[in-house]
């Protein structure tokens, strides 16, 4: 998550919060820094450090959260690495250019085998016509916008 912040807890270890802290912890916060903080939580469920129930009361608290101050208490014994990783730098609305390219691969192949097990395998002239730029664009790190980080999906 771009933008994102942390804070030291009382062991030293740093905690996570959504955005990077405010002058005041009394400024309101948004939707989507709200749903930032949602994610977060729902890495730390996933990884076993809090449990379905914490997560569902979280949840609640940080939707009804008006402020940082209150949107960051909930999120106060929350290792910041949930938020630097590489899961949870994707922002809300984006994903990998790979996923539709694998998913589609998967439905050709699955009609190659259908129609023609063991024939001309015809399913690798749309894999290399596709996948050869998405390669290339991996490598340089670019998306067809021209700009670093993952493409829109749409």
Partial sequence: M????????????????????????????TDAERAQAVHVAKRACADGRITLDDFGQRVDAIWASATYGELRAVLSDIPAELVTSPAASLPPGRVSPWRPYIVVMAVLVAVWLLSTPGGYFWPMWPALGWGLPLVLKHRHGRTSSGRRGWSSTQ
């Avoid at 771009?2 to 009394?26: E, I």
């Fill in 2 to 29: 771009s933008g994102s912040g942390c804070r030291a807890s009382r062991a030293g270890a740093p905690v996570a919060t959504p955005v990077t802290p405010p002058v005041d912890d009394h400024l309101r916060c």
